[in-house]
Each structure stands twice: as structure tokens, then as C-alpha cells.
């Protein structure tokens, strides 16, 4: 998450399944989530990029945190692959996690 002084924050790690973001990302505030999805049929070369990147931005939040996040996403995607060696394999952003369905075990966008 993004401090109020917009500082870039880990809010949390947990162990969730795909089905269950909904119940560990808020709804309330924007957030930047990674999520590991994890399938016994990935190839080893897949399994590098496993990784999904959700951007959600709840139409209830402050002006200024949908600013400040809309600002920084990309920034935060660059940071968490030179700093971090992340290999994001997609990008999803929506209002809220309801706009997502669950496929082959990953968040994919609605309409």
C-alpha cells in the first residue's frame, strides 16, 4: 500500500488460494497485489513467471489515493522487478475484485 506519505508499504503476505483474494485485499482502499498462482501442469519455465500483478482501485476511495496509486503503478511494477526479481506474466486492475473471475487458477478481468 501507498502511505499517507506516499511512501511505497508492505501490507501483508499471506498463503490465500485465487478464489479467496477477495476476502484479503481491501475494498475499501487502492492496492497494488502480487499474487503467486501455482497449477502441477506449469512448465518449469512458467513457473518463473507465475506471478499476476492486481491493481485495484475501489470507486469509493479518496480522490487522492486513486491519484497517487494511478501514478505509481507503473513505477511499482518496475521496482518489484529490479528490486525484488519479480516477473510479472499478467497485469489485471478493476474497482474491486468482483469484476475478476477465477481461471486455470488466476484472476482474469470481467467483460
Do not use: W
Not at 479467496?20 to 519455465?45: G, K, M, W
Not at 499476476?52 to 511499482?76: D, L
Amino acid at each position: 500500500k501507498i502511505d499517507p506519505d506516499e511512501s511505497i508499504a508492505l501490507a501483508g503476505v499471506t498463503d490465500t488460494a485465487a478464489a479467496d483474494l477477495a476476502s484479503v485485499i481491501s475494498d475499501t482502499e487502492p492496492r497494488y497485489s502480487f499474487f503467486r498462482y501455482n497449477t502441477q501442469h506449469a512448465r518449469e519455465e512458467e513457473e518463473k513467471g507465475s506471478i499476476i500483478f492486481i491493481y485495484t482501485c475501489p470507486s469509493g476511495s479518496k480522490v487522492k489515493e486513486r491519484m497517487v496509486y494511478a501514478s505509481m503503478r507503473m513505477a511499482v511494477l518496475e521496482m518489484a522487478g529490479r528490486e525484488g526479481g519479480v516477473e510479472v506474466l499478467k497485469k489485471v486492475c478493476g474497482i474491486s475484485l468482483s469484476m475478476f473471475i477465477v481461471v486455470g487458477g488466476f484472476p482474469v478481468e470481467l467483460g
